[in-house]
């Protein structure tokens, strides 16, 4: 709680993914509950990546992939990837590698 919305992104990319950025651009905010809860999602696209290992939460597990853009979109468009978050932050980043954004 209080904490700054990029500096959570930055901190959960390396705890999460093991990657920090040289560059942030921040793509939006998504409430996806609005009828019933005050829940905000910050959605943000990292450049300039740079491997320095994950830092998981005792308990926590998860497998990290590697799929290029092209692919992951195709994922959505084929139903493979359903998830709003994802859906969404695919789309934009696909806005933004054609310079539409």
Not at 10 to 29: D, V
């Amino acid at each position: 709680p209080g904490e700054d919305p990029l500096q959570t992104a930055k901190r959960e990319f390396i705890e999460e993914c093991g990657y920090e950025a040289a560059e942030w651009r921040h793509l939006g905010t998504l409430h996806p509950c609005i009828g019933y809860s005050d829940e905000r999602i910050e959605l943000y696209h990292a450049q300039g990546l740079k491997q320095i290992g994950r830092r998981l939460d005792d308990g926590e597990f998860l497998d990290v992939m590697h799929v290029p853009l092209a692919e992951a979109l195709d994922w959505v468009r084929d139903g493979r990837i359903t998830e709003p978050k994802a859906v969404m932050g695919l789309m934009w980043a696909e806005k933004i590698q054609q310079g539409r954004w």
